[in-house]
């Protein structure tokens, strides 16, 4: 019977939860869709690697405090005849030299542009060697033979439209190389994203390596023995200095390095569904509340007839059920198709995942199913023991629900005390000397304040809603009063529905105030303590001593001050020690920069010193002319006197340790000094610094790796990385607000359905067709632009508090973004008019008479 009664009164209702459905289905959606995509992805580049993986890799030890190639270096290498240990050995089928680098530069000479990855996949370059393991397939041409020959990957190759006999340069740190396309190779299962270029051997050691060795030795057996008892002879045959990976732990390192940007995104979608979730829960609280409403009268009669509470409970939580199981269902179809589009967005950037054969596993419909029902149920339960707390004669009577004058009462005083706790969470977060711990009040404080906003939300909009709305009866006239009114005729449904928009602002606002506080701050700093003119980044793994030299021969420069950066462990005079990375430069780089003195000279650090920053100096008793160990690592030490203490509050040089390039020289072999991090050149007296800019560029354009800018150019390159984060946010936002939208809709749409002998009333006295759409119009602007100040306001409490609790990591200026707060606000108002139309449109249509005569 309960069934049967639910039953009837979803399908009765059934265009009413269409837009709940939707909710529903845009949340699970993007939950089975970033799992399946994940699960897809990671089954695809497990397959790789373990058809790939050799059954051992014998490398260089790693050595922390070594600088290796990822830190500009050469690459570490095994000599020769390790080849030959390795194979003679018991259990070796077969033994290869392989080299591969990061650090080359694939340019196609035509363009005289980088070609490759632009989506964070590396750029390797080797020797061409045939394995029992391929990954790639030669499928045009053939395999490089001699020093003019170069294979490059089918992807790369199209991509920069190149083919057979077409020019290809390779760069490298030590110099750069001209080759004549000789073949293609294709992948034989999925492009990791990757350009791969080979070279014959001869070639990749002189030219990527610039001697005779091996970057790894790549070792498969002959069964006889596992993978760990070859591991075990060829570190005992090879002696200290070696490591050796089998199978397994290659393929887990793999996994962890692509697990690393997969997670990235696995976890950026899964913010996109709680999001969704969350506001998807106010539009469906609203939903059942309104249907609740509505469905008063048959509540009554049910209750009348024998029904008992938790009967009527049940069955909204019954309706709630279905709409849960149907939303979760078609999500999860529709999940499917999600992980298909970023499958294709992932081919867009160069990784070839096969669609065709999706990872669905069970965890995938079990995670669907659960969050689907779960926020559908708890949604639904407020509203369900709302019903079932009705009287059967006040239901008769269509007094609706009772309490509540005491319920609002209860939640103003929850609501005030949740928001008061919150802010005090702000306060101090703000308050706090440790941005750790001003981190959890800040999320204690975001979180209480959110949720005391949303309680307290009705209270506000009966307030809010008055002043907003007070215009409009002076504007509109009596379309502009009943509009006022509508809004603040049940404040809980309009702080509900007000609550799904606000929270998309509140995010969008809070991240603006933090993105545009560090672009100020970032750019404040380089004003108050870049003095150079211009500055020199690469793409790549370092800027060699070719680019320097170029550099170096550009006519109008007064210096050229090269940066480079080494691992070190630091010991002070207390014994303490500390792994840090040192930044050696040029002596001119105390001219370059505006370094913060608190004590000593800027210049003592680059000629035979070293500098440490106050916090630092004072933790450990340090002062100008003690002496500090460094050691290298490989038993490369040196004692330096510290030649300056520089000042806290500049992040460019708080935690910075500096010396000079030749006070390093003296303990590190040239050979083993890593390339240059960054390079700074200073513009001569007197001359144009446009015109040096540009013969500038024109010395370094052999070098498309490396990029030339002023001082605003760079500042332009800082805010491109940070807009990037806030372009996430965005994502956010315009999900929320799509959601919000809808929530929206299906306020005015059952309110309009609430409503019907009303509108017969007004339109039989008088009230317009053109005045009824403008007076639903009206009721979502109001409604809409309620959510977005609380939201605007909200996000600014959290975005201030935000830069608060950074400002000792660089975030010293606080900007507020007015014009995006205002577009924010007008848009708003756009989307509460948008999102009106329908509702408006099927008001003004009703039969007048017909509309009176509705029960």
Same mark, same amino acid.
């Given at each position: 019977m309960l069934l049967k009664t639910s039953l009837r009164s979803f399908l009765a209702?059934?265009?009413?939860? #269409?837009?709940? /459905?939707?909710?529903? #289905?845009?949340?699970?959606? =993007?939950?089975? &869709?970033?799992?399946? =995509?994940?699960?897809?992805?990671?089954?695809?580049?497990?397959?790789? =690697?373990?058809?790939t993986a050799s059954d051992l890799s014998v490398g260089t030890a790693k050595d922390d405090l070594a600088p290796g190639e990822m830190d500009g270096g050469k690459p570490r290498t095994v000599p020769v005849d390790t080849v030959q240990k390795i194979a003679a050995l018991p259990g070796v089928k077969t033994a290869l030299g392989q080299v591969f680098v990061e650090s080359a530069t694939l340019v196609d000479p035509a363009t005289n542009k980088a070609i490759g990855p632009t989506s964070g996949a590396p750029t390797l370059t080797g020797n061409w060697v045939d394995t029992p393991r391929n990954s790639v397939d030669i499928t045009s041409g053939g395999a490089p033979q001699g020093s003019g020959q170069i294979m490059l990957d089918a992807d790369t190759a199209k991509k920069a439209g190149l083919k057979l006999g077409s020019p290809l340069r390779v760069i490298t740190l030590g110099g750069s190389y001209d080759f004549t396309l000789s073949g293609i190779v294709t992948f034989r299962t999925t492009n990791p994203g990757a350009a791969l270029a080979f070279l014959d051997t001869p070639t990749a050691q002189k030219d990527l390596l610039g001697s005779a060795a091996f970057t790894t030795v790549e070792v498969f057996g002959d069964g006889s023995r596992t993978d760990d008892q070859l591991k075990q002879q060829a570190l005992a045959a090879l002696g200290t200095g070696f490591e050796a990976k089998t199978a397994a732990e290659q393929k887990a390192e793999n996994a962890q390095d692509v697990g690393s940007f997969l997670n990235f995104m696995k976890y950026a979608m899964l913010g996109f569904a709680g999001i969704s979730l969350l506001v998807g829960g106010f539009l469906i609280i609203n939903t059942f509340s309104m249907l609740v409403a509505q469905r008063t009268r048959e509540i009554g009669l049910l209750r009348a007839l024998g029904g008992s509470r938790k009967q009527v409970n049940r069955s909204v939580l019954v309706e709630a059920l279905i709409l849960g199981v149907l939303g979760s269902t078609i999500g999860l179809g529709a999940g499917l198709g999600l992980a298909m589009l970023l499958i294709q967005l992932m081919k867009a950037v160069g990784m070839n995942l096969d669609a065709s054969s999706l990872d669905v596993t069970w965890t995938v419909p079990a995670a669907s199913y659960a969050v689907g029902i779960l926020i559908t149920v708890l949604a639904a339960w407020i509203p369900a023991r709302r019903a079932g707390r009705i009287s059967p004669m006040a239901a008769l009577r269509d007094h609706g629900t009772p309490a509540e004058a005491s319920a609002n009462r209860i939640r103003v005083v929850v609501g005030l005390a949740v928001t008061g706790l919150g802010t005090a969470g702000l306060v101090l977060a703000a308050a706090a000397d440790k941005a750790a711990d001003g981190g959890l009040w800040l999320g204690l404080g975001v979180l209480l304040t959110l949720v005391g906003f949303v309680i307290v939300g009705p209270l506000l909009a009966t307030v809010v809603i008055r002043v907003l709305g007070a215009v409009l009866p002076a504007v509109f006239g009596p379309a502009g009063t009943l509009a006022q009114r509508n809004a603040m005729r049940n404040p809980r449904r309009t702080g509900a529905t007000a609550a799904a928009l606000m929270i998309g602002l509140a995010l969008v606002t809070g991240a603006s105030v933090v993105t545009s506080s560090m672009v100020s701050s970032v750019n404040g700093q380089i004003d108050k303590s870049v003095g150079v003119d211009f500055i020199l980044t690469s793409q790549g793994n370092g800027i060699g001593p070719a680019v320097v030299d170029a550099a170096r021969s550009t006519p109008g420069l007064a210096h050229v001050t090269e940066q480079k950066s080494l691992p070190a462990v630091l010991t002070t005079p207390d014994g303490a020690t500390t792994k840090t990375d040192l930044v050696a430069a040029s002596p001119t780089f105390a001219v370059d920069f505006h370094m913060p003195v608190a004590s000593g000279s800027a210049e003592a650090a680059f000629t035979g010193g070293m500098s440490v920053d106050q916090k630092f100096a004072t933790e450990h008793g340090l002062k100008v002319g003690d002496q500090v160990k460094v050691d290298y690592g490989r038993g490369r030490t040196q004692s330096l006197p510290l030649g300056v203490i520089t000042s806290t509050g500049n992040q460019m040089f708080d935690g910075t340790f500096f010396t000079g390039i030749d006070t390093v020289a003296a303990a590190v072999q040239a050979a083993d000094l890593p390339a240059d991090v960054?390079? =700074?050149?200073?513009?001569?007296? &007197?001359?144009?610094?446009?015109?040096?800019l540009t013969a500038l560029q024109k010395a370094v354009e052999a070098y498309p790796q #490396?990029?030339?800018?002023?001082?605003? &150019?760079?500042?332009?390159?800082?805010?491109?990385?940070?807009?990037? /984060?806030?372009?996430?946010v965005y994502g956010l936002l315009g999900l929320a607000i799509t959601v919000a939208v809808l929530g929206v809709v299906n306020t005015l749409a059952l309110s309009v359905v609430e409503r019907t002998r009303e509108i017969g009333l007004l339109r039989a006295i008088g009230l317009s067709r053109r005045q009824l759409r403008r007076m639903v119009r009206l009721e979502s602007v109001v409604i809409a632009v309620f959510g977005a100040l609380l939201g605007t306001g909200l996000g600014l409490a959290w975005g201030v508090t935000s830069r608060d609790v950074l400002i000792d990591q660089g975030l010293d200026t606080l900007t507020i973004p007015t014009g995006t707060i205002a577009a924010i606000l007008v848009a708003s108002a756009v989307v509460g008019l948008l999102a009106a139309l329908l509702p408006a449109f099927r008001a003004a249509r009703m039969n007048i008479l017909a509309a009176i005569a509705t029960d």
């Open positions: 209702h059934k265009g009413r939860m #269409v837009l709940s /459905l939707i909710a529903v #289905v845009l949340s699970v959606a =993007f939950v089975s &869709g970033t799992l399946v =995509f994940s699960n897809t992805a990671t089954s695809t580049f497990d397959k790789l =690697f373990a058809s960054a390079v =700074f050149a200073e513009a001569a007296p &007197g001359a144009d610094p446009a015109r040096t #490396v990029s030339v800018r002023d001082q605003a &150019g760079y500042k332009d390159l800082v805010q491109t990385q940070v807009n990037q /984060l806030l372009y996430m």
